[in-house]
């Protein structure tokens, strides 16, 4: 759990867009959240919904052009790291924010041996000899659980296991023992013995460095069992917000309740097909006038007005650690949505 609630990194409003021959793809649409030291956030959603690309915006990963990002602000211990130049950043990346990619073969080079990608960076950006930096790979190996580390550092990519490869992301990520560490997607493709142990591997990890770390992912599960928080993206924007029980227990935003019937539940006991959200993610080219999620929303003709279709709905407080994007209020809400038993 946090260790008392300071904010480590604090984003306000921040937008990101892609220039393309079809128009300007509004990707992240002025999104606003923050991480406490020694905390896991988690941010799910659909794929499309803006949950990578806005954390690849925060230390600006992404090409320019296509991409803009700003305006907004990307706070890393009161830094704005919007306003950095490229010398700036490179004292950002990997020093105070880690990042875990969602494919570990295609960022590892196989031509390389694992010793020498871990070594390099050690030698270029930190000054270290060869002895002194084969000695810190060996031990970030041994960190992340790779056994007989001093000999795996002569091992290229290929001999490694989907999960270890993994593992030697996450250590590389952690070479300068970073603030935060954004985890994409960290757990794909590994079967579920393989994702268990990489999961209590992070949060082994969060414990013993207070580190922030922000875990993407599309799987439900994966959040329930390590997050301490969790945000719900949707077409760019945050439509749900809140404490992992929260989330789980008291869905306050159609998309969040959406996703939740989506999956199996632990003693359901009704047969066949599960609830599907209904129709497509918009266009992020020509988003809807009003909810981004209301051509697929089930409450929509639940509101007087027409709102739905006409206004989209601000980000606002069923408790001060509970937020939700819905025009339903919440009384009408606690009607509606059922109380789940989820996690």
Do not use: W
């Not at 991480?35 to 915006?57: A, C, D, Q």
């Not at 295609?106 to 270029?124: A, C, D, H, W, Y």
């Not at 950006?125 to 000695?135: I, S, V, Y």
């Not at 794909?188 to 393989?194: C, G, I, M, N, Q």
């Amino acid at each position: 759990m946090p260790d008392g609630g300071a904010a480590v990194l604090d984003v306000r409003g921040l937008k990101t867009t892609f220039r393309t021959r079809g128009g300007e793809v509004h990707a992240v649409n002025s999104v606003s959240f923050h991480l406490n030291r020694g905390e896991i956030l988690g941010v799910v959603g659909e794929s499309g919904s803006g949950k990578s690309v806005t954390m690849m915006s925060l230390i600006r990963l992404l090409p320019a052009p296509p991409a803009q990002i700003g305006p907004g602000q990307v706070l890393l211990d009161g830094q704005d790291l919007l306003q950095l130049d490229d010398e700036g950043l490179r004292r950002v990346r990997g020093p105070k924010v880690g990042f875990v990619f969602q494919d570990p073969m295609t960022s590892l080079n196989p031509v390389f041996s694992i010793g020498n990608q871990l070594m390099e960076p050690l030698r270029k950006h930190m000054g270290m000899d060869k002895a002194a930096a084969r000695k810190r790979a060996e031990e970030l190996l041994d960190l992340v659980g790779i056994p007989d580390a001093a000999r795996r550092l002569n091992d290229y990519p290929h001999q490694f296991s989907g999960g270890m490869r993994q593992r030697v992301m996450i250590a590389m990520a952690l070479m300068n023992d970073p603030k935060v560490l954004i985890a994409d997607e960290p757990t794909t493709a590994l079967d579920v013995t393989v994702q268990a142990q990489i999961l209590t591997l992070l949060g082994e990890l969060q414990k013993k460095f207070n580190m922030g770390i922000v875990l993407i992912t599309h799987d439900l599960g994966v959040v329930a069992q390590v997050s301490d928080r969790v945000n719900v993206m949707y077409a760019g924007k945050i439509v749900e917000s809140g404490g992992v029980d929260d989330i789980f227990y008291k869905p306050r935003a159609p998309y969040t309740l959406g996703l939740l019937n989506s999956i199996p539940r632990a003693g359901d006991k009704k047969t066949g097909r599960l609830s599907a959200i209904a129709g497509q993610p918009p266009s992020m080219i020509n988003l809807p006038k009003g909810c981004a999620f209301a051509p697929r929303c089930e409450f929509k003709d639940k509101v007087s007005g027409g709102r739905c279709l006409s206004e989209m709905p601000e980000l606002s407080g069923i408790s001060p650690d509970h937020l939700s994007r819905c025009h339903l209020d919440e009384k009408e809400r606690q009607k509606l949505f059922p109380t789940l038993a989820v996690k």
